[in-house]
């Protein structure tokens, strides 16, 4: 049931084979794969936080396939104690009081954007506007070119927009000619390039240091020692590409919940407090990241059934956030749910160490949306297109109208 999605009937089925699972295989070895899959919400608690047990390092066979990614050796992939050391370098950059002054940033780019599509009457979401906000944002943190944002969007491009399915990465007949193909080559092709990219940016830095993460990173110790460019490297690759890919998926996944339940969107144009709690409920009904990945480090139990040592695991997130023990009436889409305690940006100690920015975009762009564009609906005569990813789900392209504007017809709240 392993499925690329194409349409929203794919996405349905998707979580009738998650919600079967759960009551059926909750703990299920894929035969074609050789890996391993959860779906009930408290087990994937337990693989995503129990890291002694459920380590986060890569797989040999994921690492012999990304090659030289930057990716692969990152913050995601690192365990306790140097994940701790290493995560301790960004978290502080990214808390909400941290983030708070970016607020008039952020809107201000918003404000941008809605105003060079307002009079038009019609866009794609993405490219007009969930893609460019977070990608100007992140950009700006790390002090590198707004104006390099089409290369940036090649690199995520590259990354996420296919897939290798498990089978082809965990039980390659023929690494050679996995290595030939136009997904690996394009991996390949843009790790070098933003090795590259970031190796000429940060000896700029060297010399004449700046105001931003760059220069910071540079500067920063773990154990008075000073990171290696490649670590550097590596994080100024996970920092742009995993920076803005969750909010572009998020607002994206907003309009396209919203639009399905025409009635939630109305209350939430008569009610802008239920933002932050409308806000959650996407993140918990879309899950934007479908799932995480594990390795056992010895052997596990998981409802009566063991998993060997050395296994790959799959918690899926996506299947959790939909679990009636956990979530009463789970298909129901409910901007007022509370408690909400969904899984979206994961768990324990790998918890999105960019969450609060990601929540500060979407409670920001979300109300000004709504507030700009009268009649905002998705055009069902422009095909919807979704990410072809099994880790990441949300819209690559999300074709919308609504009643045309004057730009410079500003609302109070938009200022």
Same mark, same amino acid.
């Given at each position: 049931?392993?499925?690329?999605?194409?349409?929203?009937?794919?996405?349905?089925?998707?979580?009738?084979?998650?919600?079967?699972?759960?009551?059926?295989?909750?703990?299920?070895?894929?035969?074609?794969?050789?890996?391993?899959?959860?779906?009930?919400?408290?087990?994937?608690?337990?693989?995503?936080?129990?890291?002694?047990?459920?380590?986060?390092?890569?797989?040999?066979?994921?690492?012999?396939?990304?090659?030289?990614?930057?990716?692969?050796?990152?913050?995601?992939?690192?365990?306790?104690?140097?994940? /701790?050391?290493?995560?301790? !370098? @960004?978290?502080? &950059?990214?808390? +909400?009081?941290?983030?708070?002054?970016? $607020? *008039?940033?952020?809107?201000?780019?918003?404000?941008?954007?809605?105003?060079?599509?307002?009079? /038009?009457?019609?866009?794609? !979401? @993405?490219?007009? &506007?969930?893609? +460019?906000?977070?990608?100007?944002?992140? $950009? *700006?943190?790390?002090?590198?070119?707004?104006?390099?944002?089409?290369?940036?969007?090649?690199?995520?491009?590259?990354?996420?927009?296919?897939?290798?399915?498990?089978?082809?990465?965990?039980?390659?007949?023929?690494? *050679?000619?996995?290595?030939?193909?136009?997904?690996?080559?394009?991996?390949?092709?843009?790790?070098?390039?933003?090795?590259?990219?970031?190796?000429?940016?940060?000896?700029?830095?060297?010399?004449?240091?700046?105001?931003?993460?760059?220069?910071?990173?540079?500067?920063?110790?773990?154990?008075?020692?000073?990171?290696?460019?490649?670590?550097?490297?590596?994080?100024?690759?996970?920092?742009?590409?995993?920076?803005?890919?969750?909010?572009?998926?998020?607002?994206?996944?907003?309009?396209?919940?919203?639009?399905?339940?025409?009635?939630?969107?109305?209350?939430?144009?008569?009610?802008?407090?239920?933002?932050?709690?409308?806000?959650?409920?996407?993140?918990?009904?879309?899950?934007?990241?479908?799932?995480?990945?594990?390795?056992?480090?010895?052997?596990?139990?998981?409802?009566?059934?063991?998993?060997?040592?050395?296994?790959?695991?799959?918690?899926?997130?996506?299947?959790?956030?939909?679990?009636?023990?956990?979530?009463?009436?789970?298909?129901?889409?409910?901007?007022?749910?509370?408690?909400?305690?969904?899984?979206?940006?994961?768990?324990?100690?790998?918890?999105?160490?960019?969450?609060?920015?990601?929540?500060?975009?979407?409670?920001?762009?979300?109300?000004?949306?709504?507030?700009?564009?009268?009649?905002?609906?998705?055009?069902?005569?422009?095909?919807?297109?979704?990410?072809?990813?099994?880790?990441?789900?949300?819209?690559?392209?999300?074709?919308?109208?609504?009643?045309?504007?004057?730009?410079?017809?500003?609302?109070?709240?938009?200022?």
């Amino acid at each position: 049931m392993l499925q690329a999605l194409s349409t929203l009937q794919d996405v349905q089925e998707m979580y009738r084979w998650f919600e079967n699972m759960r009551a059926t295989r909750p703990v299920w070895l894929d035969e074609s794969s050789g890996c391993w899959h959860v779906f009930r919400y408290e087990d994937v608690l337990r693989v995503s936080t129990d890291y002694q047990l459920f380590s986060s390092r890569r797989p040999e066979a994921l690492r012999r396939v990304t090659g030289r990614s930057t990716l692969a050796t990152s913050l995601i992939s690192m365990d306790p104690p140097l994940h /701790r050391q290493y995560r301790n !370098l @960004v978290s502080p &950059l990214f808390t +909400p009081r941290t983030l708070a002054p970016l $607020a *008039e940033r952020i809107r201000t780019i918003v404000q941008e954007l809605l105003d060079r599509v307002r009079p /038009r009457g019609r866009m794609d !979401l @993405v490219a007009d &506007l969930t893609y +460019p906000l977070p990608t100007i944002v992140i $950009a *700006e943190m790390l002090g590198v070119p707004v104006a390099d944002r089409p290369t940036f969007k090649r690199w995520a491009d590259a990354f996420f927009s296919r897939q290798l399915s498990d089978a082809e990465i965990f039980r390659p007949e023929d690494l *050679e000619k996995l290595e030939k193909t136009e997904t690996f080559q394009r991996a390949n092709r843009a790790t070098e390039e933003m090795r590259e990219y970031f190796t000429r940016q940060l000896n700029e830095r060297r010399q004449h240091p700046r105001a931003d993460m760059m220069s910071e990173l540079l500067a920063a110790e773990v154990e008075g020692e000073r990171l290696s460019l490649e670590q550097v490297i590596s994080f100024c690759t996970l920092i742009l590409l995993a920076g803005h890919i969750t909010t572009t998926l998020l607002l994206g996944l907003a309009i396209l919940c919203l639009d399905e339940h025409p009635a939630a969107m109305q209350q939430l144009r008569e009610q802008p407090e239920l933002v932050p709690s409308a806000i959650e409920e996407v993140l918990r009904y879309g899950s934007p990241v479908w799932r995480l990945i594990r390795v056992t480090t010895g052997e596990a139990s998981i409802d009566g059934v063991t998993i060997p040592r050395g296994s790959v695991v799959f918690a899926w997130l996506a299947s959790a956030n939909r679990d009636s023990a956990q979530f009463p009436d789970p298909e129901r889409f409910d901007i007022t749910r509370s408690p909400n305690r969904h899984v979206a940006f994961g768990h324990g100690i790998h918890f999105c160490v960019g969450a609060p920015l990601a929540r500060m975009e979407a409670s920001i762009a979300l109300p000004m949306m709504l507030e700009q564009l009268p009649q905002l609906r998705r055009n069902r005569a422009a095909p919807l297109e979704f990410l072809n990813n099994r880790s990441l789900f949300g819209v690559k392209k999300l074709p919308v109208i609504f009643n045309a504007t004057p730009a410079a017809q500003t609302t109070a709240r938009g200022k």
